[in-house]
Every structure is written in structure tokens, then in C-alpha cells.
């Protein structure tokens, strides 16, 4: 049977998610190795440039029951905050209302039933929470992306099945390109929303 704090309606999971506010993230210098696509982290920095990068609650939108407890088995290890998960995707507009004290969110794309849906209610969360990292996961994609090409939408995008190295990586990615949008917005004006449907396979 289900844990039904995991499968929590949006009014529990905002009041789950409210009660960890998320800790001041400190700033370290991110030394990368290999290409975008790789970024392996510097073996004598990475422990605690982790620790310091992963910081904040979490909230997964979209999976399915066996999904949920398998995520929460794999976000354990990394010693983030609360955790809380819906399995329906119609409560990301809700999400992107809500004061919710929110660091992570992870979307499973497969959740929706057309992509273009899908695109266009994440293009509406970035406008409203521009300060939640948004890590988009789909068995459909080929492979893992770690760059920013898609940051109208996400900060990550992650191959399913996850696995806990995988899904750290996405994180740590997913953050400092959620920085460094945040940071360009700030100087220049935004990009205009485009239909991002076709990057998404």
C-alpha cells in the first residue's frame, strides 16, 4: 500500500514542503572535467562542494506510486530537505502559485499526455518560481542533458530510470545552471517563449 504522505493532494504537500525552508546555499568554485555533457566533479572538491550546492526541499510531480518510493530511496543519501510528491501533473499550475517553500522540482514528462501541454504549463512555472530548480525526467529522452539549452523549460534533463549517481549529477547541473539563468536575467532582458516540443526527443 502506498505511503500516503508520499502520494500527499497539494494542500498536505505545502504544508509538508513549508516546513523545511531551504538553507543558504554557499557559493564555491565548481571545478569540471570533460565536456558539458560529462561534468565530472574534481575528486578533491566534491564532497563538499555538493553538501553545499544540494540545499532545499523537494518536490516530484507526475510518478507514479513504485516511481515516488524509488526516488525517495534515491534522494535519502543526499541529505536535502523535506520531500513530498503528487502524482498528478495538473497541480503544476497550482505549484506555480503557491508560496511553497520549494528548492526542487522534479517533472516527469511521461506524465503528460502531450508534450506540447507539458511545454507550455512548465514555460508558465518558470515565469512565477524563475527560483525552483526544474529537472524534467523522461524514459523517451536518449540521453541525459546537463547544459542550460533548454532553460525556458528546465535546469536538467534526466534519462529514465534513475540511478543515484545519475540523479546527483542532474542536480548539481540543474543548479548551477538555475544560478547562472537567474544571474543573466537580472542583466538582460528575457528570452521570448519559443515551442520546445521537438528538443524534448
Known sequence: MPN???????????????????QPRVRRTQKYLGTSEERLWDTSERNADA???????????????????????????????AFAATPRVSELGGLACASVAMSYLLVNLDGFSDVDDAVGELLQFRQTRRDV???????????????????????????????LTQLKAGLLAATRNNSEMRALAKRTDPVAPRSFARAMR
Open 4 to 22: 500516503s504522505d508520499i502520494l500527499a493532494p497539494l494542500p498536505r504537500v505545502r504544508r509538508a514542503l513549508s516546513e523545511s525552508s531551504p
Open 51 to 81: 553538501q553545499a550546492l544540494l540545499n532545499g526541499p523537494v518536490m516530484a510531480l507526475g510518478f507514479a506510486p513504485a516511481e515516488t518510493r524509488q526516488l525517495q530511496r534515491l534522494f535519502k543519501p543526499l541529505g536535502l530537505g
Open 133 to 163: 530548480v526544474v529537472v524534467l525526467v523522461s524514459s523517451d529522452l536518449m540521453r541525459d542533458d546537463l547544459g542550460n539549452d533548454r532553460k525556458p523549460i528546465c535546469d536538467a534533463s534526466l534519462r529514465a530510470p534513475l540511478n
